[in-house]
């Protein structure tokens, strides 16, 4: 059977670190029950209990610059000089964001990285930090976002070793498949385990295609994967510049919020921000997916006996409520497969991300103030290089990685994939699908393909927990998906 998550540490306080969010932090800091080094100090003492198991940090940022951060965070409180409803609030961010100021390096998980060196701070990250939030560190992933080998279990990466979920007793099954129910999933598996785990109530991860939202889901935490452009992605290592986006992970919807703002440098007043999350289901029509056609592989997610049964069941359950409370409901609409991303016997998204990842990564790589590898090609022969850490018998492969290197893709066949990848999934997909049941969102379960939906129409997706699994006590979730704004 599960667990809910490991014991909490007490501290300052006495704060229940798995359980509280963001803003009830702030209420009691508002209140001086304690201060935000106080809170520091005990997130800190939580990473320092459970990380030796979780394995979702990659590494803390150095307690001098922390303490003084935040100490001058707490005399700007104490002057009445709030920078925003996040000030003094710690955050982890996912190890692919540059952050030089702090004394971290960027690794993406890969030791080949593990020297590098940025020239500047990501622009989220000097975002966060004009905010008020506490970067306490960098969390594990997918070595280099899911982008080097096929079939990798998700949430393993060289540096960081494998990340286990809070709440399942004897951590990943290593007969499991890639995404099984005994997965974190990926590649943020370290920014969702941590939350979840109470090391910090957010988190700042990276989606191309289900990153964010497939770990927040087994994680029980709300995420949204933006509207690609909304969040600048600059500092950040780059798979596909047509996918990637960095966003929020968070305990409630209102913590969501006030992050999504930050991120996408939206800046609100505290009362104005509060009102904006008023609203109610009879304003918003809805379309759901069928559960039964709507899934991962078993390729990707090994059958356990009872448990599809379940997530399906609570689905539909979950689709009951919401069909009492919506404007408008549409059951199991006819959204267009992902198997029609096909052409030319290709996967278009898998054409356009070879290419990508080549002349992204390299670019990124090249512009470091110190690197050890300054291209795909260096990274690769790295690993060849020191196969005994990068390539060890239970995680061999850089297949992805190799035939991104390799490509002798033409020009106009990957614009021809790209244009097809954007046609299938807006206008034969979520733009028919909105216009032809007038509808407002799209509804449908985890671990299933609208999450490449939302990368090949570059759409937002949201992730909203939704139950636990008896079999192993693993949250699962639901997605929504909409065709314009910021979700």
């Known amino acids: ?15 229940n670190l798995l359980t509280i969010d963001a803003k009830g932090l702030q209420s009691l800091l508002a209140h001086g029950n304690f201060t935000s080094l106080d809170l520091v100090r005990q997130c800190l003492a939580q990473i ?19 303490e003084e951060t935040t100490r001058s965070l707490d005399r700007e409180r104490a002057a009445g000089k709030l920078r925003g409803p996040l000030h003094g609030i710690p955050i982890l961010v996912k190890d692919i964001v540059n952050t030089p100021t702090l004394g971290l390096p960027t690794t993406a998980g890969s030791f080949a990285l593990l020297g ?30 899911n982008s080097r080998g096929t079939f990798m279990p998700s949430g393993w990466s060289a540096v960081g070793g494998q990340v286990q979920s809070a709440y399942i007793v004897g951590g990943v099954d290593p007969n499991d498949s890639k995404d099984g129910h005994s997965s974190p999933s990926g590649s943020s598996s370290g920014s969702a385990v941590g939350v979840s785990a109470g090391y910090a109530p957010l988190a700042i991860g990276t989606e191309m295609d289900g ?9 029980a935490l ?13 500092g950040i290592v780059p798979i596909s510049h047509h996918f990637d986006t960095a966003g929020p992970m968070a305990k409630s919807v209102h913590d969501l919020a006030a992050l999504l703002d930050v991120l996408a440098a939206r800046p609100r007043s505290v009362e104005s921000f509060t009102a904006n999350l008023t609203g109610s289901w009879s304003d918003i029509s809805v379309a759901v997916l069928d559960p039964d056609k709507w899934k991962f592989p078993e390729t990707w997610v090994k059958p356990v006996d009872g448990a599809e049964a379940q997530i399906n069941r609570e689905i539909r359950q979950a689709y009951d409520v919401i069909k009492s409370k919506a404007k408008r409901f549409v059951n199991n609409v006819d959204l267009i497969s992902i198997d029609n991303f096909v052409l030319d016997g290709e996967f278009s998204e898998g054409v356009v991300v070879t290419v990508d990842l080549k002349k992204n990564l390299n670019t990124y790589l090249e512009n470091l103030e110190e690197s050890e590898v300054r291209s795909l090609a260096d990274v690769i022969n790295y690993n060849l290089k020191h196969a005994d850490i990068k390539l060890p018998p239970h995680h061999p492969r850089q297949d992805l990685s190799i035939d991104s290197q390799n490509n002798s893709i033409a020009p106009e066949v990957y614009e021809r ?70 979700g």
């Open 222 to 234: 709300y995420t949204i994967k933006p509207t690609i452009g909304l969040v600048p992605q600059e």
């Open 48 to 66: 320092q209990q459970h990380d030796g198991n979780l394995h979702a940090m990659i590494k803390t940022t150095p307690i001098q610059i922390l």
């Open 1 to 15: 059977m599960g667990q809910r998550a490991p014991t909490s540490t007490k501290g300052a306080g006495a704060v």
């Open 417 to 486: 994939h790209l244009q097809h990848l954007r046609h299938v999934a807006r206008d034969r997909g979520v733009e028919r699908v909105l216009e032809t049941y007038a509808v407002d969102v799209i509804l449908g379960p985890t671990d299933s393909g609208l999450t490449s939906m939302a990368a090949a129409g570059a759409y937002p997706l949201c992730a909203m927990p939704l139950s636990y699994l008896d079999y192993n006590g693993r949250p699962f979730a639901v997605f929504g998906h909409r065709g314009t704004g910021p």
């Open 211 to 219: 990153s964010l939202v497939c770990p927040a889901g087994r994680a």
């Open 116 to 145: 590098s060196k940025a020239r500047e701070n990501a622009k989220i990250v000097d975002r966060l930090i004009a905010a008020g939030l506490i970067i306490l560190g960098k969390t594990n992933l997918s070595e280099f976002s």
